[in-house]
């Protein structure tokens, strides 16, 4: 089964940075996609960024330029670098990933707060 371990959230004021974690506890041949979401208080969870074995990536509208997704195939993470953050960057911020055999995976959340 797998598990996703992620971490870095935290309490940022805005124009600050953060860089979130996400590991996969399986094979690295097993894992295709990779991606974040975001789920801001009492709204929907949508994609932020996500990119693939090969690394072409994907982000929302709200973060290019700002948001940077990036991977390290040996080690099954990912990670998320977030500059200029900004107070509507508050989240509860979720790992995915694209599992050959589970389907897709998702880690546990880690909350972003940025205040202005």
């Known amino acids: 089964q797998v598990q996703l371990v992620e971490s870095g959230g935290g309490l940022v004021q805005a124009g600050g940075s953060l860089r979130l974690f996400c590991a996969a506890s399986v094979s690295r041949f097993r894992i295709n996609a990779m991606g974040w979401y975001r789920q801001p208080p009492g709204k929907q969870r949508v994609l932020v960024a996500e990119i693939t074995r090969s690394s072409s990536t994907h982000y929302a509208d709200s973060v290019k330029g700002r948001f940077t997704i990036s991977r390290d195939n040996a080690r099954n993470t990912v990670y998320l670098q977030m500059n200029s953050l900004k107070p509507e960057d508050t989240a509860v911020y979720y790992c995915?990933?694209?599992?050959?055999?589970?389907?897709?995976?998702w880690g546990q959340g880690t909350q972003v707060t940025v205040s202005s």
């Open positions: 995915a990933v694209d599992d050959v055999v589970s389907g897709q995976v």
